[in-house]
């Protein structure tokens, strides 16, 4: 059970503990690595081919594209099983009921898949790099670099939000699988949702990504028409709604410890 | 293969065979729904009507912002919507055999007299209908929604090709199928070969844009030939032009069915011998 005066030391080790096993599981079952590497090496071979030619900007909107739905891959699948995991193995109860509150057994977790879908969107840079023999031009590097780091952030969010609400439902992987394209579309990870039908914008506009995202390619792609509000008002909705997610799961997590010690139905599959 | 009385020592004699039909009506009606699990109306609409608007809209944007004109997105729209089918007769049929595995039920399934070809045959069946489904759905909203053009008069040509890409992709599932019960997992391979047709198959853009060692690989796929041969019946090609095409996506389809059939037999061989290939 976990209780209000766990040591700080012990959610530390508990999340270093479990980023360590994350990681040793990502290298024992290797079919983690299509949703983090094969496919968006695959989306960003495709999108560069269909961007080839289309502006100065283009190989920026491909990588950008592709490792973005390396992260996204990576979080959705990798959230849905951070706890599925634990419930086919029979571990969730054992593991919720230690001193440590079960949110930051999960964290390393997410943090894992933030870290290799970084890895994915790392090989995809590579692969079009090679494709197209020249770096992609970025006006800020700097700027690049950290705003990117912030998108991983709203993607851990995302993931640790999603983690919470597959605890309660058993079609995780219904909606990872036939919602894979679906999330693509409407966080505009290869292009900008304003494309989209309107009425579909509120929708993307849930999902911390989809404004981080906008704001990255207003700073890396001159000339881009994304969300008519511009850069600020899109960081300051990826902060607001970020916090929210993470509010939420942290809420959610509560609900799931005290549900575990009321029912004692949690690991049933 | 299974045997009886072997275990007294006395002269081994074939074990009767349960009838052909009453094996193919099992695995193609009941085991979906049950041990192999594909077959949840969740999955099957999701398939069928969300998964193919989801990818269509996707690569059709993609390719509006690269600037792609109306054939263009007319191009990518029939292609995604065609390579769909890799979800019901790839992923699906490929995973039967994880599902056997983590199941526990392969071993009895290894052992059991149940005749190979009803088990195959009837394995593809729910998932050819499926296909059928899909790509028949994917099609409508190529029409529908992104400009495809499809004259009423090429329609029964593009039904056939439909129906031979739908049995020839379902034949290279069960391939794949026959070669995870090597495997520990089958869900990579699976993974792989639902991804790399829309680079090698001429999905989004025509292979000869690939450099040519990539393009006779994507040869090896039958979506590639059934692509082009639903591409030519929607061009309107001369029937002799769209039957060379059928001839490749038929010879596609007993080339995998036989080498499904193959590769289940002789590692059903191993297994027994070993003992171990059924674990997942």
Redesign the interface.
């Known amino acids: 059970m976990a209780t209000a005066d766990v040591p700080a030391i012990s959610r530390s080790r508990a999340t270093r503990a479990s980023l360590r096993l994350a990681v040793l599981m990502f290298m024992a ?3 983690w ?2 949703p983090s590497m ?2 968006p090496v ?2 960003g ?3 560069f ?4 030619g ?2 100065p900007y ?1 190989l920026t ?1 491909a990588i950008l ?1 592709a490792g973005m739905m390396s992260m996204w891959g990576q979080t959705l699948y990798g959230s849905g099983w951070a706890i599925g995991q634990d419930r086919e193995f029979g571990t969730l109860e054992p593991t919720v009921q230690s001193p440590t509150p079960y949110v930051y057994v999960v964290l390393g977790r997410v943090l894992w898949n933030v870290v290799s879908g970084l890895m994915g969107g790392g090989i995809v840079y590579l692969v079009v790099l090679a494709s197209a023999g020249s770096p992609p031009a970025v006006p800020d590097p700097v700027g690049f670099v950290i705003l990117f780091l912030f998108v991983m952030l709203t993607l851990a969010s995302v993931g640790i939000l999603f983690s919470a609400a597959w605890v309660y439902t058993r ?1 995780s992987g ?1 909606i990872q ?6 999330f ?2 409407g966080t505009g990870c ?3 949702i304003v ?2 039908p309107f009425w579909t914008n509120p929708i993307g506009l849930f999902f911390p990504p989809t404004w981080a995202l906008d704001a990255l390619r207003y700073l890396s792609i001159p000339g881009y028409v994304g969300f008519s509000w511009g850069f600020w008002p899109d960081i300051l909705g990826a902060v607001v709604t970020t916090l929210v997610y993470v509010a939420i799961a942290g809420t959610i997590f509560k609900r799931v410890e005290l549900h575990v010690l009321a029912k004692g139905n949690l690991s049933d599959y | 293969m299974a045997t009886v009385n072997a275990s007294a020592g006395a002269p081994l004699a074939p074990a009767t065979r349960t009838s052909f039909w009453r094996t193919f009506w099992t695995n193609a009606v009941i085991a979906p729904r049950t041990t192999l699990g594909f077959m949840r109306i969740d999955f099957v609409l999701g398939t069928i009507f969300i998964i193919p608007l989801m990818q269509m809209v996707f690569f059709v944007f993609v390719v509006q912002v690269s600037g792609g004109g109306a054939s263009a997105i007319a191009f990518t729209a029939l292609g995604n919507a065609v390579s769909t089918v890799t979800y019901s007769s790839i992923f699906s049929v490929c995973q039967t055999t994880d599902s056997e595995k983590q199941q526990g039920t392969m071993e009895h399934l290894l052992v059991s007299p149940a005749n190979r070809l009803a088990l195959y045959f009837g394995r593809g069946l729910l998932p050819i209908l499926i296909s059928l489904a899909t790509v028949s759905v994917g099609i409508l909203y190529a029409v529908l929604l992104f400009g495809v053009q499809i004259p009423v008069a090429t329609v029964p040509s593009l039904a056939v090709s439909v129906t031979l890409t739908a049995f020839a992709m379902v034949g290279f599932g069960l391939l794949l199928g026959g070669v995870a019960l090597y495997l520990r997992t089958s869900i990579i391979l699976g993974n792989i070969f639902l991804f790399i047709g829309l680079l090698l198959s001429g999905v989004n853009f025509p292979a000869s844009q690939l450099p040519t060692v990539l393009q006779w690989i994507g040869y090896g796929f039958p979506l590639t030939w059934g692509l082009s041969a639903i591409r030519a019946s929607v061009a309107g090609d001369s029937l002799g032009a769209v039957a060379l095409l059928w001839g490749a996506v038929v010879v596609a389809a007993v080339v995998s069915f036989g080498l499904a059939i193959g590769l289940w037999e002789y590692f059903e061989r191993r297994a027994l011998a070993t003992g171990s290939i059924a674990r997942f």
Do not use: C, S
């Open positions: 079952d290797p079919q690595l299509i094969i496919a695959i989306f071979v495709v999108a081919e269909l961007f080839r289309a502006g283009f909107y594209g079609y219904f699988n036939v919602g894979e394209f679906a693509y579309v290869m292009f900008p494309l989209l």
